[in-house]
């Protein structure tokens, strides 16, 4: 692995614009296979673009965010999550001088492991692989950026830069975090991600909070009369309803939602830019070595926001509804995966062939990897179909 010249044209521009404790590709670690640099776009640019063009990338439009795919055009998929995820990572970026590029292709890669079905089929995969090392979407989202993408001569993966592999990953056990090498060490030395990656994973929780609102609303499984028990959405509403009386319910709606949004991206800027101030880190090497993460709401805008997601847990995430379409998936999922481990010969032939061979070299472990490999690829409706195929089963 090793960094990008400074001597890179891209390099000159972005030192203008990068503050100081943003990452900069000259201190980037580098890829796990050396390659020239591209002579038209930045390294984070190129992760960004070859993360856009990936396999995986393209099944999220089929996968599910709330609701499973085939409910509704309207709601979230994980691909609009990720664009939207993108759109507010950036935002900030440029508010705090950080990678907007870096910033990008971190959100954009964050859900490319999650499995069909959402938090259900990752929780009903996870059940499957506990003999095998388990399942988890954040572990399996860096496997296919690292190997199950196939996309060049010269590596498997993608080959991006440590720097969007470390804000792909997350979390990560010890143990895991062994097997993963330098991008694993962080969380043995429990040192701190750059705050570009810091920065994507809050971004994350504000996208799927607000949008989890409109969804939710959509779908008649909350009500805005609910909702105003929450401080942080009446005080809004209130507010929307005052400025405009004459506006519909969706429209009341959409702005009330935007202006919470709003309001947590500015909150977050402000805190965040105290934090770093505070810390007086001054390199991506002094943010690591900070004892907490700098990007951070202030502690009101916490409490506020953690009172929100409280109720869409409560009363969105646990609605009955949400509960039954929960179980559905959790079978197909757990009837697929033992029909595979069964049969291999249920799978397609390059699946089947990379089964047979992993179980030649590590046993049923390396057999069950394969098929949580192709059962987690799956969008929503291929999952259905070819559970309909195998069992002549109609589940949804």
Do not use: W
Not at 111 to 134: E, I, S, V
Not at 235 to 242: F, K, L, N, R, T
Not at 253 to 274: K, M
């Amino acid at each position: 692995m090793r960094g990008i010249p400074a001597s890179d044209p891209v390099h000159k521009v972005q030192s203008t614009i990068l503050a100081p404790y943003g990452a900069h590709e000259s201190d980037s670690r580098g890829r796990m296979h050396a390659e020239a640099p591209a002579s038209h776009r930045g390294e984070y640019r190129r992760d960004r673009e070859r993360i856009i063009h990936s396999t995986a990338f393209r099944r999220l439009e089929y996968k599910t965010q709330l609701f499973v795919n085939h409910e509704g055009d309207l709601y979230r998929t994980r691909l609009t999550h990720s664009i939207e995820v993108a759109q507010v990572a950036r935002s900030i970026a440029y508010r705090l001088g950080l990678n907007e590029p870096l910033c990008e292709a971190i959100a954009l890669a964050h859900d490319l492991g999650h499995t069909p079905f959402g938090h259900a089929g990752q929780d009903a995969l996870n059940r499957c692989m506990q003999a095998h090392g388990g399942f988890e979407h954040n572990l399996q989202s860096l496997r296919v950026v690292d190997c199950l993408e196939l996309k060049y001569p010269q590596f498997p993966g993608l080959n991006l830069t440590f720097e969007t592999r470390e804000g792909i990953l997350k979390h990560c056990s010890k143990k895991n975090a062994r097997a993963l090498g330098s991008v694993g060490q962080r969380f043995l030395e429990r040192t701190q991600p750059s705050l570009e990656a810091q920065l994507a994973n809050i971004a994350d929780e504000i996208a799927y909070t607000s949008h989890d609102i409109d969804d939710g609303l959509r779908a008649n499984l909350i009500t805005v009369s609910k909702l105003r028990e929450v401080e942080l959405f009446d005080q809004h509403i209130d507010a929307v309803e005052h400025e405009f009386p004459q506006l519909g319910r969706r429209q009341k709606t959409y702005e009330t939602i935007r202006r919470i949004r709003n309001r947590l991206v500015a909150d977050l800027i402000t805190a965040s830019q105290a934090a770093i101030d505070e810390a007086r880190v001054g390199s991506l090497d002094e943010v690591r070595a900070a004892p907490g993460s700098l990007i951070r709401f202030s502690e009101p805008m916490r409490e506020k926001n953690q009172a929100l997601k409280n109720f869409l847990r409560e009363h969105l995430y646990r609605h009955e509804r949400v509960h039954r379409m929960n179980r559905k998936a959790a079978k197909v999922v757990a009837d697929l995966y033992a029909a595979f481990f069964r049969d291999a010969r249920l799978m397609p032939d390059e699946y089947r062939g990379m089964a047979n061979e992993a179980a030649g070299r590590d046993g049923d472990s390396g057999r069950a990897r394969v098929i949580s490999d192709y059962i987690s690829g799956m969008t929503d409706r291929y999952a259905i179909a070819e559970h309909r195929r195998i069992f002549n089963e109609k589940i949804f």
